[in-house]
């Protein structure tokens, strides 16, 4: 797991220490005097990795334009009277003084949870399909898919070339060369409108005289 990085803003005690323990908490720690110098040395706009830093932070990573694709400790006393409102789910409040153990236990905890997350995401065109949540995700925008959607989708991802309905029919339905059927087209038909109505795209699916393609 060294290739997860924890992100410690304005920590510089709490880096050190975490640093000397390197090897327990098996992944690489970088220390940044402030947010901006964090984000900054982030690449394409997307935080992929844990961050710490104290709750004064909040607004300033609610308001910027980064995606947090990953869990965000926020360091705050306990006689706070806290109430967050966050377009990120992925937090969690740590309260000081706090017991370095227990810490540790939840930074393992989150670096396991955060390679599982990196290994369960799909790149397809300008979407990115979550396999554990089953959807596909644009921006903002998310559309749930069934199983038989997201199989469908991938099949056509790993195709280097259209797909008839045959094939479709006996690598995604697992159907046998003697069925005659509709499924295809009418999967096809309902998935389209998904797409139109999720992200107002009428061309992700596309096909012609060889098969369906992506």
């Excluded at 709750?55 to 306990?78: A, G, H, R, V």
């Excluded at 969690?92 to 810490?103: A, G, R, V």
Aim: net charge positive; proline share 1%; hydrophobic share 40%.
């Amino acid at each position: 797991m060294k290739n997860i990085t924890l992100n410690i803003i304005g920590q510089r005690i709490l880096a050190d220490v975490l640093k000397e323990k390197e090897v327990i908490i098996k992944m690489n720690i970088l220390f940044f005097e402030n947010l901006n110098d964090c984000l900054k040395n982030i690449k394409d706009n997307i935080i992929k990795n844990i961050i710490v830093t104290h709750l004064s932070n909040f607004e300033s990573i609610e308001q910027s334009n980064f995606k947090i694709d990953n869990l965000i400790f926020y360091l705050t006393s306990k006689k706070n009277n806290i109430n967050i409102k966050t377009k990120f789910q992925k937090y969690e409040l740590i309260y000081c003084p706090f017991d370095l153990n227990n810490f540790m236990e939840k930074i393992n905890l989150a670096c396991i949870k955060s390679r599982f997350a990196i290994n369960s995401k799909v790149e397809l065109l300008n979407y990115t399909i979550n396999l554990n949540a089953r959807e596909i995700i644009a921006g903002q925008n998310k559309l749930k898919l069934t199983e038989r959607e997201k199989d469908f989708l991938l099949f056509l991802k790993n195709s280097k070339e259209p797909q008839t309905i045959r094939n479709i029919l006996e690598s995604v339905w697992r159907y046998s060369k003697g069925m005659e059927t509709h499924t295809v087209e009418t999967h096809v038909h309902r998935l389209r409108k998904k797409f139109l109505d999720s992200f107002n795209d009428n061309n992700f699916i596309k096909n012609n005289k060889k098969g369906y393609y992506i």
